[in-house]
Every structure is written in C-alpha cells, then in structure tokens.
C-alpha cells in the first residue's frame, strides 16, 4: 500500500526523522492559511498524487508571495498531473501540500528495500540526490551505496559509519546528524512493516542538518492486519479500481499493456507464464493470480476484469491443481461465460488435482472459442497465435 508524501512525513515525525514542516490543504483558501501559518518568505507548493517526476510535470513549485501560494494551489487542484510514471493518462490532483522554503547547501539520495537476493533489507544511498535512481542503476551501478542490514542483529553504528565514509561527508557535527537520521529511519521500517522508505532528495542545509525533502513509503500489504491505523491512510482515488476490485475476492490483479489476459494459481506460476508468453512473442496484459481458494465466482471475477481491457485479444488459463481444485476452475470458466460476454479465444491448460474431471467438464459445456493445451509452452504459444489472428 502507498501512502501521500504527507503522511509519509507525518509517520516520519512520530520516528524522529527530520523533515521540513509543512501542512495538507485540499482548497486554495486552506493553502494560503497553511502558508501563513508556516511564516517565512519561500513556500513549496507540493501536488499530492502517488507518482514520482511531479517536479518535471508542474507539479512541485517554489513560490515566494502569499498571493502566489494561492495562486498556485488553485492552479494545481483538480489539474491532471502526467510524469513518467502515472502514464498519458495522468492523475488527478485532489490536495496540496504547503511545505517551508529550505536553504539547500546539498542533495542526495536515501532509501531503504528490501534486497531479495540477500533476504534483509539494504540502505542505498547516493551521492546525487534529485536523480532518478533507475537510470543511475542502469547507467552507473557502481555509484550506489549499499549497505545490508541483518535484521537478526538490527541497524549498527558501525553501518551507518561506512555510508557516511563513502558519502565523503567529514565533518563531525554532519556525521552525527546523520547517523541519527539513519537510525531513525531504519526504526520506522522496520516497526511499521514498510516494503520501501525513499528519500530524493535528502537535502543538507546550511546549519549542517539533514532533512526528507521528499517521502515516498510503501506498506507490505500481507502485515497490514497488523497496523489496523494505516487503513485510514488508504487513498481509493490513488489505486486502480480494478486492482482494489479484485482484492475484495482474493485475487491479485495488476494491469499491463499486452494483448495476452492471464489468468494462473500462484505467483510463481503466473510469472513463469508471463515469462513464457513473451518468449513466444506475445505480451501479457496483466498479472492475476487466483490463490489457492478459488471458486467459480472468483474465477467469473476475474474474467470479469481481465475482459475491462479493450486491448486483450485472448485469454491464458493456466492452473496447476495443487491445493485449488481444476475442477473449480473449469466451473468458474462456465460461470463467467454466461455471466460475461466473452468474444475472444480462451487456451486452457489445467493439470493436476481433478484435471481429468475437468476437461471432461469443459468438453461438455461445448463453449465458443476454447483452445486446450498440453502445457505451459503449448499454451502460450497457441495464445500468441490467437491473439495474433484477431
């Protein structure tokens, strides 16, 4: 789950993390009392959506007038802002953040993820903040500083003094500042179950202070019910409404740009899938898993939603029957054709537990446009073909 930049800074105030302070408006009279409130001479007017490259879209401005505060917020309010991440669609701006004027002296760059390969989380930092770290990572590996933190032992000083060290940042006063920031930083990660923390930038000021000049965090949403509090940080305007749909009967769903819908039982399962289908020159046009309690009506879900895509022009069924049964699978495939409209070729690879059962249920359901496959190769080569044709 993610979260607002605001309430990324308002968790980080309860951990201690520095941050410049700042106030939420969803109007621009709100906007301008937040700027009065704030005092000073330099305000930074902040669109609130979940999407990073605001600042490129128009959507972070610096402003030096109370009239241009309000100016600004009522230019930003029900804008659609479009960065490199929300797609030409855009998102729509429903708040604002008025945040105080820091004198910046230096950038970097500070997160902390979880690295699955090492299985802990890693702090990474970089030298350069206000970057966009993927085309750092693909461009200058070797610029990123990487830390592991065991998390059997928990974040050390000793850690803290190697980024520091490689930061070249020497002077004592910053280096205990920002040790205290890390420290900090690594608490609420991991207390409040985060899945990433991301500060770009982390800015040094002229006092030799470290503040989150920006805040992206993500909650690991299979610990959610252990932070019942967070619930009410969930913003259903910000997230696909078909994804949130599909969570409601145990599906996870995400959206792609292929051609190829993808319905498979286990995550590993349906990557290998979509592994398999671009292999063969296709490209899938989402990620749905139907988990180990499927039934008919979940399965006519998802075909439900799969089928919202105008783009797909077939759909892969691929089920290993393990602890979901293919039978299940075969009698949601029914349910969702007379339930739904569906107008393009269905491939269906079911093995496993109840396989035969249900093929012989398929056979005799007698529906349009079913292809059946041998296996995972054959049947994503027969969707490619299919999509190909219409």
Same mark, same amino acid.
């Given at each position: 789950?993610?979260?607002?930049?605001?309430?990324?800074?308002?968790?980080?105030?309860?951990?201690?993390?520095?941050?410049?302070?700042?106030?939420?408006?969803?109007?621009?009279?709100?906007?301008?009392?937040?700027?009065?409130?704030?005092?000073?001479?330099?305000?930074?007017?902040?669109?609130?959506?979940?999407?990073?490259?605001? #600042?490129?879209?128009?959507?972070?401005?610096?402003?030096?007038?109370?009239?241009?505060?309000?100016?600004?917020?009522?230019?930003?309010?029900?804008?659609?802002?479009?960065?490199?991440?929300?797609?030409?669609? #855009?998102?729509? *701006?429903?708040?604002?953040?008025?945040?105080?004027?820091?004198?910046?002296?230096?950038?970097?760059?500070?997160?902390? *993820?979880?690295?699955?390969?090492?299985?802990?989380?890693?702090?990474?930092?970089?030298?350069?903040?206000?970057?966009?770290?993927?085309?750092v990572a693909h461009k200058y590996p070797e610029k990123?500083?990487?830390?592991?933190?065991?998390?059997?032992?928990?974040?050390?000083?000793?850690?803290?003094?190697?980024?520091? %060290?490689?930061?070249?940042?020497?002077?004592?006063?910053?280096?205990?500042?920002?040790?205290?920031?890390?420290?900090?930083?690594?608490?609420?990660?991991?207390?409040?179950?985060?899945?990433?923390?991301?500060? !770009?930038?982390?800015?040094?000021?002229?006092?030799? %202070?470290?503040?989150?000049?920006?805040?992206?965090?993500?909650?690991?949403?299979?610990?959610?019910?252990?932070?019942?509090?967070?619930?009410?940080?969930?913003?259903?305007?910000?997230?696909?409404?078909?994804?949130?749909?599909?969570?409601?009967? #145990?599906?996870?769903?995400?959206?792609?740009?292929?051609?190829?819908?993808?319905?498979?039982?286990?995550?590993?399962?349906?990557?290998?899938?979509?592994?398999?289908?671009?292999?063969?020159?296709?490209?899938?046009?989402?990620?749905?898993? *139907?988990?180990?309690?499927? !039934?008919?009506?979940?399965?006519?879900?998802?075909?439900?939603?799969?089928?919202?895509?105008?783009?797909?022009?077939?759909?892969?069924?691929?089920?290993?029957?393990?602890?979901?049964?293919?039978?299940?699978?075969?009698?949601?495939?029914?349910?969702?054709?007379?339930? *739904?409209?569906?107008?393009?070729?269905?491939?269906?690879?079911? !093995?496993?537990?109840?396989?035969?059962?249900?093929?012989?249920?398929?056979?005799?359901?007698?529906?349009?446009?079913?292809?059946?496959?041998?296996?995972?190769?054959?049947?994503?080569?027969?969707?490619?073909?299919?999509?190909?044709?219409?």
């Open positions: 789950m993610n979260i607002h930049e605001y309430q990324a800074k308002q968790l980080f105030a309860k951990h201690g993390v520095p941050a410049p302070r700042g106030f939420i408006a969803n109007t621009p009279a709100q906007a301008l009392k937040n700027a009065q409130e704030l005092g000073g001479k330099v305000w930074v007017v902040k669109a609130q959506i979940h999407a990073g490259g605001r #600042g490129l879209g128009g959507g972070v401005k610096v402003v030096h007038s109370l009239s241009d505060v309000k100016k600004t917020a009522t230019e930003m309010l029900g804008m659609t802002l479009v960065t490199h991440q929300t797609g030409p669609e #855009g998102k729509l *701006v429903r708040k604002v953040y008025i945040e105080e004027g820091i004198e910046i002296v230096d950038e970097l760059y500070l997160s902390i *993820v979880l690295d699955r390969a090492l299985e802990m989380p890693i702090i990474m930092a970089l030298s350069e903040g206000g970057m966009d770290i993927e085309t990123i500083i990487k830390i592991p933190i065991d998390p059997d032992f928990g974040y050390q000083a000793y850690q803290g003094r190697k980024l520091i %060290s490689a930061l070249k940042i020497t002077d004592k006063r910053e280096q205990y500042k920002l040790q205290n920031f890390l420290k900090a930083l690594y608490e609420l990660y991991i207390k409040n179950d985060v899945e990433m923390v991301e500060i !770009n930038p982390l800015v040094k000021t002229k006092i030799g %202070s470290f503040l989150a000049l920006d805040a992206k965090l993500q909650f690991d949403d299979s610990a959610l019910a252990r932070h019942p509090e967070f619930e009410e940080m969930r913003d259903i305007h910000e997230e696909d409404a078909d994804e949130r749909e599909a969570s409601l009967y #145990g599906l996870s769903y995400i959206p792609l740009d292929g051609e190829i819908g993808c319905m498979v039982n286990g995550a590993g399962l349906a990557m290998g899938t979509m592994d398999t289908i671009n292999h063969m020159g296709g490209r899938p046009a989402n990620f749905l898993d *139907v988990g180990g309690n499927a !039934n008919p009506e979940t399965v006519s879900k998802g075909f439900e939603i799969i089928l919202r895509n105008k783009n797909v022009k077939a759909i892969f069924i691929n089920i290993f029957g393990g602890i979901v049964r293919c039978d299940r699978i075969a009698k949601g495939i029914i349910e969702a054709t007379k339930e *739904v409209e569906v107008n393009v070729p269905i491939i269906v690879r079911l !093995n496993g537990t109840n396989a035969d059962e249900a093929a012989f249920i398929l056979e005799r359901a007698n529906i349009k446009n079913l292809i059946t496959a041998t296996d995972i190769g054959d049947g994503a080569r027969k969707a490619v073909e299919a999509a190909k044709k219409a």
